[in-house]
């Protein structure tokens, strides 16, 4: 599509998120102010071309709401997403329909994200028709070839078929190829696997990493389940109460993470292993705070077992790079 | 067996459909001792509540066929009459926290009120039963001034512990949890299974624990029950189980969860489970399975491998006994 505004993006960064807010006004009576739940309070973050990226975070922690600020269905309070160079809330008309081209959405429940009353078919041949390709042969092909590309072969059995006839991996395929349709540069993946049976998750993981790789795509994979993260991201940014407060690459994160609500997620995490049985996880007490009100200071303070009196219940820590590229928002660090 | 609680034998749950019956439960057997956790694992569909309903007879009313043995302490319970399940079994002795529970509490109700019901229904015991309750929150971990609280005013995990409690308050010898922490954050759920297993120990309670989550169930489990369409394929004790399963589906289950603290390439299984109207003949998993030859056409038996091991499967062939 032609593009006039287009600014050069700086040295590969198709997605940058700056100082982004998204919160919700909450009324008393139906129109008085009664404050705002702060789902997303400061994020920042660059995602690369062809990166794929994972958030983690318990749920109402803010990473939907992130998701769906980026995808330009909630507008951010403050800040700015910006996609290759340009300022999302600048988007008018046209142009906010070619962003819509350009990222991919995979929904969490695939049996709520598909129309029931459309075949396969259609649910695929809409968006290219919305986008404006006249061609019924070009049309036709490009639905057999994205079908091929998430494997839902033989094509010619699944084109007619209604969502409720497909089993729930199969569901979450017509959604994932539905999100590569357009040939986007972006896929934002809100928890894709979590309404799957274990057996199946791996398949649909394996299935996005595999069109990653192929199309050098970048995704942004929100889940809250750190155990899937490994087999799919560079790098994982850990969210608590509206902010990140960990970025780092995988295998360190895993391996040596340094925030103190990071290493209780990872303690309280099982493997499969019958030794669980017998010992009690050290797990702290409580539960994540309102977003209403969210706690002075370090968000994490009332539940931290490492607690610093005086300087975490008061100031927020900000931003510490102990290690190159891990980022920690603790004052431990400091 | 010694010191046994619950034994079920051939158990059948059939529902009609519009498209025909729904062999829900088909030939279902296992046992399990006092004090044991046993966990049913299986994937959604293959029969892991219907299994718990038809344990403690809530059924709903399309049932086609409800037969087979079910013994609590000695007593078999599919004789008893409607009305004395209910007075001697039902909450008395087996109690259930079904799924989502705690979304299922009753919103102008105090939670308080709500846990010692169960108690004032079967004991008839008015002041006792709001003692017992402030005993049970403490048990479960909820601040005993929560109990002048309505469901909306806590958070889920607090409603889950409610749930629990309310299972609990009639201290019956066995607890089925469906799915107790699908729905709560990981913290969450690590402290609720820490409590569970505390009150394993201290009360010497038995858990049937109904979940699709593998790695979590191992924090419970003494025992394993693999549930695949509608039957179970494998029976182990849970240090036998989870370094080595027995029967194929158990090791393509445990190979395609992800591992978070090693690294280890899942696996997936390919193929669906079969529709549990009209379950293929021969062994169930054998379209799926990786290792089927020409015998998995005939139905398997239970192969009793001793150590309390059993497994459905042809590869144990009976000479291995």
């Given at each position: 599509m032609n593009m006039d505004r287009n600014v050069a993006a700086k040295d590969g960064t198709l997605l940058a998120v700056q100082n982004l807010h998204t919160w919700f006004e909450l009324r008393k009576w139906g129109f008085g102010r009664a404050g705002f739940v702060r789902a997303v309070d400061g994020v920042d973050f660059e995602l690369p071309y062809g990166e794929a990226l994972a958030f983690v975070g318990e749920s109402g922690c803010g990473k939907s709401t992130l998701a769906k600020t980026i995808l330009g269905l909630y507008r951010p309070t403050k800040g700015d997403v910006i996609f290759e160079g340009r300022k999302l809330n600048e988007f008018q008309g046209r142009e906010m329909q070619w962003y819509r081209s350009q990222v991919g959405y995979v929904q969490q429940d695939p049996y709520g994200a598909l129309p029931p009353f459309m075949s396969v078919h259609r649910i695929l041949e809409e968006p290219l028709i919305i986008n404006g390709m006249k061609s019924k042969a070009d049309r036709e092909q490009r639905i057999v070839e994205v079908l091929e590309e998430v494997r839902m072969t033989p094509v010619e059995d699944f084109l007619s078929k209604f969502p409720h006839m497909l089993s729930g991996g199969q569901q979450q395929r017509v959604v994932v190829a539905r999100s590569m349709i357009l040939r986007p540069k972006l896929i934002v993946a809100d928890e894709p696997v979590s309404m799957l049976d274990a057996s199946v998750r791996v398949e649909i993981l394996r299935l996005l990493r595999d069109l990653q790789d192929s199309h050098n795509l970048a995704v942004s994979y929100i889940t809250h389940d750190l155990s899937t993260v490994r087999y799919f991201s560079k790098r994982i940014f850990v969210m608590y109460a509206a902010k990140i407060i960990e970025k780092a690459p995988v295998d360190e994160l895993l391996g040596q993470p340094l925030h103190p609500y990071t290493q209780a997620l990872l303690t309280a995490i099982p493997d499969p292993d019958a030794e669980n049985a017998v010992t009690f996880k050290e797990v702290p007490p409580g539960e994540p705070p309102s977003l209403i009100n969210p706690p002075a200071g370090c968000r994490f303070h009332p539940r931290c077992p490492k607690i610093i009196k005086d300087l975490c219940d008061r100031q927020e820590p900000p931003e510490f790079e102990p290690q190159p590229k891990h980022f920690v928002g603790c004052w431990l660090y400091r | 067996m010694q010191n046994g609680l619950l034994a079920v034998e051939n158990l059948y749950l059939h529902f009609r459909a519009t498209r025909g019956v729904v062999q829900a439960v088909d030939g279902v057997g296992f046992d399990m001792g006092r004090n044991e956790a046993l966990v049913v694992l299986g994937e959604s569909g293959c029969g892991k509540t219907s299994l718990a309903r038809a344990i403690l007879r809530l059924l709903p009313r399309n049932v086609q066929t409800y037969s087979g043995e079910v013994w609590l302490d000695g007593v078999e319970l599919m004789g008893l009459s409607e009305e004395q399940f209910r007075r001697e079994v039902r909450w008395v002795k087996i109690s259930m926290v079904p799924q989502a529970a705690m979304n299922s509490l009753n919103p102008v109700v105090r939670v308080g009120d709500q846990v010692a019901e169960p108690v004032v229904a079967h004991f008839g015991l008015k002041k006792e039963a709001l003692a017992q309750a402030k005993d049970v929150f403490q048990r479960v971990g909820v601040p005993v001034d929560f109990m002048s609280r309505y469901a909306f005013e806590l958070s889920g995990g607090m409603r889950q512990r409610v749930a629990i409690a309310m299972s609990l308050v009639t201290s019956p010898d066995l607890v089925i949890l469906d799915e107790?922490?699908?729905?709560?954050?990981v913290l969450t759920q690590a402290n609720i299974m820490n409590t569970l297993k505390r009150i394993k120990k201290e009360f010497e309670t038995s858990f049937i624990l109904i979940t699709h989550d593998i790695s979590t169930s191992s924090e419970l489990a003494d025992r394993v029950a693999i549930m695949y369409a509608g039957q179970i394929v494998e029976l182990n004790d849970a240090p036998h189980f989870f370094p080595a399963p027995l029967h194929p589906y158990s090791q393509k289950l445990l190979d395609s969860v992800p591992r978070l603290h090693e690294y280890k390439e899942p696996d997936f299984i390919s193929g669906k489970p079969p529709s549990l109207l009209n379950p293929p003949q021969g062994c169930r998993f054998a379209p799926r399975c990786p290792s089927r030859f020409a015998r998995c056409e005939q139905e398997p038996p239970m192969v009793d491998l001793g150590e309390r091991r059993q497994v459905k499967c042809w590869l144990y062939p009976r000479w291995e006994r």
């Open positions: - | 107790p922490t699908s729905a709560l954050d």
